[in-house]
């Protein structure tokens, strides 16, 4: 398995960018599907983005389209949530997560039950 670490997260206003980025170790980073969800004060861990093992494809989920942008650095093990035009409905805890053999299909679905491995998580909070 993959050990992932998460780190950016903060505070900030409405309307602010922030960047996390989650350096990846332990495994091979380039088998891995990475994902990014997030949880909420009080609700489910939902689906944010994802990126396939090269960065051929990537899926979001349509609250955060055109706002954020999901990347990753291959040399660096890294893969990054780029984040803009922040709401406060944003304000979450931040997971990264890796999962393996996952099609298009399968990545579009956004099921977190795809991803095996998964960091702490990052708190970000946008103020209004």
């Known amino acids: 398995q993959v050990h992932l670490v998460e780190t950016g997260g903060g505070l900030v206003q409405a309307g602010g960018s922030l960047r996390l980025s989650c350096a990846a170790s332990?495994?091979?980073?380039?088998?891995?599907?990475m994902g990014w969800f997030r949880q909420g004060p009080g609700k489910e861990r939902d689906f944010v983005a994802n990126?396939?093992?090269?960065?051929?494809?990537?899926y979001y989920a349509d609250s955060v389209k055109g706002r954020f942008t999901i990347s990753r650095d291959v040399a660096k093990n890294t893969v990054y949530l780029q984040m803009g035009n922040l709401k406060p409905e944003d304000t979450a805890v931040y997971y990264c997560?890796?999962?393996?053999?996952?099609?298009?299909?399968?990545?579009?679905?956004?099921?977190?039950?795809?991803?095996?491995?998964w960091g702490q998580g990052t708190q970000v909070t946008v103020s209004s």
């Open positions: 332990g495994d091979t980073f380039t088998t891995y599907t």
């Open positions: 997560a890796a999962g393996r053999f996952m099609d298009a299909q399968v990545m579009a679905s956004g099921n977190l039950r795809n991803f095996g491995s």
């Open positions: 990126i396939d093992w090269n960065g051929a494809r990537t």
